[in-house]
């Protein structure tokens, strides 16, 4: 299944192997993808790389693609290491909201985030407050193969 124009692109579970989404945003620039999301349907795992400025849009379309692939329930592992994130305090006010309708698709599944640079690191941590991290594992990791390895450590979800 694939949508028209640049807003999403979106190969549909049941393909062998990872499907592949990406999140883009019209009016950006042809081929700017800010974040890069590997779905794997076999291994119930989702691997999404963010680089360059990241805002709020881009991140909607990320949640949606995710969402529109049934794989919410899924270990996300979420690599922010090289992003610039452009959220404001309303933006951070949608993102809340949006988390919290998400709610609906329970059981979602954890989330390991790796980031550095401490202004994305609290962006992080405060995501996590609104997330729902008492409702599944949230961790925030500054190793990609530490982050690997919890999801890893993890039984996938159901």
């Not at 974040?35 to 909607?60: M, N, P, S, W, Y």
């Not at 996300?76 to 698709?105: E, H, P, Q, T």
Request: proline content about 6%; some cysteine; charged content about 25%.
């Amino acid at each position: 299944m694939g949508a028209v124009g640049n807003s999403l692109t979106l190969i549909a579970p049941g393909r062998a192997g990872p499907a592949r989404v990406c999140a883009l945003v019209p009016g950006l620039g042809e081929g700017r993808v800010p974040i890069d999301c590997k779905i794997d349907h076999d291994r119930r795992f989702v691997h999404a790389t963010a680089q360059g400025v990241v805002v709020l849009d881009e991140i909607l379309n990320y949640f949606d693609a995710v969402t529109i692939a049934d794989a919410a329930s899924y270990r996300k592992l979420f690599d922010a290491r090289d992003i610039d994130l452009r959220l404001s305090d309303d933006d951070f006010m949608v993102l809340a909201a949006r988390v919290s309708a998400y709610g609906a698709f329970d059981p979602r599944g954890p989330v390991a985030t790796v980031a550095n640079g401490d202004e994305v690191i609290l962006a992080m941590r405060r995501f996590a407050n609104f997330a729902g991290a008492e409702d599944r594992p949230l961790r925030l990791f500054d190793d990609i193969d530490a982050a690997q390895a919890w999801l890893d450590s993890l039984p996938p979800t159901a």
